[in-house]
């Protein structure tokens, strides 16, 4: 029989401290504490740290501690953490994005940029079920941060998911394609729409080269363009819907469902989805669907329409900003909320 410790045999039976789901303050505690001292000296930063806002979906050295960094035993935990914070759907994501890699090795003659474990976990404050903190988990073509108030998720943005290529074509993973619900959501819902809409829809024929918004720290587009979500029919309002809930899918069922009553609550009439490029299968294109606070886009444009960037930004909560907070408001002037 296995000895266990007596914390071990008390959890099993359900007495204490994890007799409820640890949080994610308690995952986050248990993944730092696996950390030797030099370790979380990479790994954490204040949480009033500039580098909150340095994110990126390219591949690059990042804030914090690189998976390629940890012991077997560290690598465990951070997974754990990792799994612990997504959904199902959105673990499955981020390790066939991470899988990726090797195969853009291989394609790209041994490129040593290309690498899985190039992928880091970064702290922002001390994770607790009181206060503010923060954390992010990087690398090429996975951006995820996660930002919380008093033991609650405040914001789940920015939240970056990429895939190159969109869909590999040959080898032994042909066919892959770890995007296709947010590319098959876009089609669907601008396949439904009639020729007036269509055009009101398609705001340039070109698509652009990336996500407008990029990696700003604030996101933002110009002109609010597109078909207003009111002037769909009931079919096409759901197709509306499913499109919102496939790019929320990555998160917890519990953060899915804080985004989309949130949309519903910020008068999801007057969001407009708006379409560049072509709209044949294969061309190169973009979507994006924008509201008062919340902008989501697609890309498909790079590798000749066969790699592909989402993003959701939240104007009202990125990092976990509250914009209405002096040290955030010099630069928000004119900035108005309902």
């Given at each position: ?315 009202a909560e990125d990092f976990g900003e509250d914009p209405l ?14």
């Amino acid at each position: 029989m296995i000895k266990l410790g007596i914390t071990a045999v008390l959890s099993v039976v359900g007495i204490g401290h994890f007799s409820t789901a640890p949080t994610p303050a308690d995952e986050a505690k248990a993944f730092l504490a696996s950390l030797t001292s030099d370790q979380r000296k990479v790994a954490e930063y204040p949480l009033k740290s500039d580098t909150l806002y340095d994110w990126h979906f390219v591949p690059r050295s990042r804030p914090g501690i690189p998976i390629s960094k940890l012991t077997d035993a560290q690598k465990r935990t951070a997974d754990h953490f990792i799994r612990a914070n997504l959904s199902r759907a959105g673990y499955e994501k981020v390790e066939h994005i991470r899988d990726l890699e090797p195969y853009l090795f291989a394609a790209e003659n041994n490129n040593p940029i290309r690498d899985r474990s190039n992928y880091s976990l970064v702290f922002f404050g001390e994770p607790g079920d009181s206060g503010r903190w923060a954390w992010r988990f990087e690398g090429h073509h996975v951006s995820l941060t996660f930002a919380y108030r008093d033991g609650k998720m405040v914001a789940s943005t920015p939240q970056f998911l990429g895939s190159n290529p969109g869909r590999i074509e040959s080898g032994p993973r042909k066919g892959m394609s770890v995007l296709a619900k947010e590319e098959d959501a876009g089609y669907a819902l601008l396949r439904s729409l009639s020729s007036a809409q269509l055009k009101q829809a398609t705001v340039a024929s070109e698509a652009p080269a990336e996500i407008v918004t990029g990696n700003s720290r604030r996101a933002a587009i110009a002109k609010r363009e597109g078909v207003p979500y009111h002037d769909l029919d009931a079919i096409q309002k759901s197709l509306f819907l499913d499109l919102l809930k496939v790019h929320a899918e990555a998160q917890l069922p519990a953060e899915q469902e804080r985004r989309l009553k949130q949309l519903e609550k910020e008068d999801m009439r007057e969001m407009v989805f708006a379409w560049m490029g072509s709209t044949n299968r294969g061309g190169r294109h973009y979507y994006r669907v924008q509201g008062d606070h919340v902008i989501i886009e697609l890309d498909n444009t790079q590798n000749n329409g066969n790699h592909i960037h989402t993003v959701w930004r939240n104007t009202a909560e990125d990092f976990g900003e509250d914009p209405l907070e002096e040290h955030y408001s010099e630069s928000h002037h004119g900035h108005h909320h309902h």
